[in-house]
């Protein structure tokens, strides 16, 4: 029996030729990610358990960037614990205020991650990196401490539910609304365990920046990870970021598959996530009227260089509504840089928008853009929970770049046709 | 370890944000994490729960963030266990990781305030107020040892490495 890239993955992690769905094992880890929530807890586990020192200073990612820069006393201790201990046991890759980015945008694009890598993070979102041709998964603090401790972690080998995405994209259509509408068809537990592999000429068709935004959201299906197969856009990509070697895996032929679902990629329009969960979605023509209070452009799902872009084009030469909050946050300094480079952030802020240093801020309802009772949120985050990102009793819907813009402008979700049509 | 409590039951998908909102992660005392368990979801919550209740719920708990601030929060509020239709990965490891047992099966049998009995690591679980016996899914092997451990930390330090 043939193994699919996942398997293969975990195989070779595992110093085993072959291993099946099911089977439990104990694998090497090629990074360890932490952030400003989850790496405090375990660092206290570490320190609990004996330990003196990490198992390599260079597989160790920590990132503060959840309450970054300090939101407040209490963030600031958590930060304060994290730059400790980086500090303390050399850690290479810890990024300070400057230097740091949304964690999942960071790591891809300082080459931090490669193709054929297995990377756990203290992050749900760490499946991001699937779109690298890496498993990676996301783990809680103390998965993270004893790997922190050892390089290893324990695994169920995964089934894989295979995504194919025939034809070509609709106009406005982007990456986020393939996993939006994937979600939207399996509910949010199901691929619960499993991996999910998306493949397909539309996928083929997509930038590495649209491919994060799928599988970062695998998560919110249940996932344990999600993958698309390395090809060259994969290894440009990697090649102008990393001097690490890679390992390029694909599904054999004869692989298996726990399922497999065909998408018409001509049915799929722009879709929308409606409260409280990533899996109520609807096609964007069938909104109707959904006054807003708040746009929130950014996070690991949509904050990279093309979702600016995506939203810089529709705002151009526009004026956010005067009943809208348009919050938009470049995931990194580099993404932040560029906007810059490229005039970005002038269209931003003349349409009436802020723009903020990069921050997982108000995604979580942690700061920089919380709701108040009542409002209404159109977000291009990943999830739209009760309470999410503020009040228990405000809404979050969901959505690409384009979309989230147009609807800052419009003052209700629309299409980024309405704005385009009025311009012309 | 055997259990004995009431169930507090609620439905399917209840996500970390509702066990414990972002705006509370930011902290490492468990205290203060447990008087805001679960607020989004009751309010009441807190009230209605003793120590040694069992929380029961539908299909996909624990769904959304990795913090293990979640399962850390219900067992400092004082929840001995939860069972649900299934859980979501990463809170299913989570919670074992801080020693909070978990179980899987069925929950028709199971009413809201009735009381339940249940022996950490067996298959059965006891609904003492109907008196029926609901069969439970078994943990893996490695899951039952870092529970009787009473986490992970405490099985690593016992056994040095994973044993599978």
Not at chain 1, 157 to 173: A, D, Y
Not at chain 1, 400 to 409: G, L, R, T
Not at chain 2, 138 to 155: A, C, D
């Amino acid at each position: 029996m043939g193994m699919t890239i996942t398997q293969k993955i975990l195989a070779d992690h595992t110093g085993k030729k072959y291993v099946e769905p099911g089977e439990l094992i104990l694998a090497d880890v090629d990074m360890v990610l932490g952030n400003d929530i989850t790496a405090p807890v375990a660092i206290k586990e570490f320190y609990k358990s004996g330990c003196k020192k990490v198992f390599d200073r260079k597989k160790i990612a920590l990132v503060p960037d959840h309450f970054a820069p300090n939101k407040d006393i209490k963030s600031a201790q958590q930060c304060k614990t994290v730059r400790d201990f980086a500090r303390e046991q050399g850690i290479e890759n810890y990024f300070e205020v400057g230097k740091m980015g949304i964690e999942h945008a960071l790591l891809p694009e300082k080459g931090m991650v490669v193709p054929g890598d297995l990377v756990i993070g203290a992050d749900s979102h760490t499946c991001t990196y699937g779109a690298l041709g890496a498993f990676s998964t996301g783990v809680g603090s103390s998965d993270m401490a004893a790997a922190m401790m050892m390089g290893k972690i324990w695994f169920k080998v995964p089934e894989t539910i295979k995504f194919i995405f025939n034809g070509k994209l609709n106009p406005w259509v982007t990456g986020k609304d393939l996993i939006l509408y994937t979600i939207g068809q399996i509910g949010v537990d199901g691929a619960l365990y499993k991996a999910m592999e998306f493949s397909g000429e539309a996928i083929t068709s997509l930038s590495m920046d649209e491919r994060f935004s799928i599988t970062n959201m695998a998560v919110e299906a249940g996932a344990k990870s999600g993958i698309i197969a390395p090809d060259q856009k994969t290894i440009k990509y990697v090649e102008e970021r990393s001097n690490k070697p890679y390992n390029i895996y694909e599904s054999d032929d004869d692989a298996e598959y726990s399922e497999i679902f065909e998408f018409d990629c001509s049915q799929i329009e722009p879709q929308v996530a409606l409260p409280h969960l990533p899996e109520n979605t609807v096609g964007i023509s069938s909104i109707d009227h959904i006054l807003i209070d708040q746009v929130v452009i950014g996070s690991c799902t949509n904050g990279r260089i093309e979702d600016m872009r995506a939203a810089a084009k529709i705002l151009k030469n526009q004026k956010v509504h005067p009943y809208v909050r348009l919050i938009i946050i470049p995931a990194t300094q580099e993404v932040y840089l560029q906007c810059i480079k490229e005039g970005i952030i002038e269209i931003f802020i003349e349409a009436g928008a802020v723009v903020s240093t990069p921050t997982c801020g108000p995604c979580l309802g942690g700061y920089m853009g919380i709701l108040a009772e009542g409002e209404k949120a159109l977000a291009t985050t990943n999830r739209n929970f009760v309470g999410r990102m503020g009040h228990p009793k405000s809404e979050v819907y969901l959505s690409n770049p384009a979309v989230a813009a147009a609807s800052a402008v419009m003052g209700r979700i629309a299409s980024p046709e309405e704005v385009i049509k009025n311009a012309v | 370890m055997k259990l004995k409590g009431k169930a507090l039951k609620y439905g399917d998908n209840i996500d970390t944000d509702v066990i414990i909102p972002g705006k509370y992660t930011k902290t490492l005392n468990m205290k203060e994490l447990a008087d805001h368990v679960m607020e989004d979801l009751d309010p009441d919550f807190k009230n209605k729960l003793q120590n040694g209740d069992f929380l029961v719920a539908g299909h996909n708990f624990g769904c959304g963030s990795s913090r293990e601030q979640a399962p850390l929060a219900l067992k400092h509020a004082g929840v001995s266990c939860i069972i649900a239709e299934s859980f979501a990965r990463i809170f299913y490891r989570n919670a074992i990781n801080i020693g909070l047992p978990l179980i899987e099966c069925k929950i028709d049998e199971i009413k809201n305030g009735d009381i339940l009995e249940y022996v950490v690591g067996s298959s059965k679980l006891h609904n003492l107020t109907t008196q029926k016996i609901i069969e439970v899914k078994p943990l893996p092997q490695i899951m039952t040892s870092i529970l009787k451990e009473g986490g992970l930390v405490n099985y690593l330090k016992k056994y040095g490495c994973y044993k599978l």
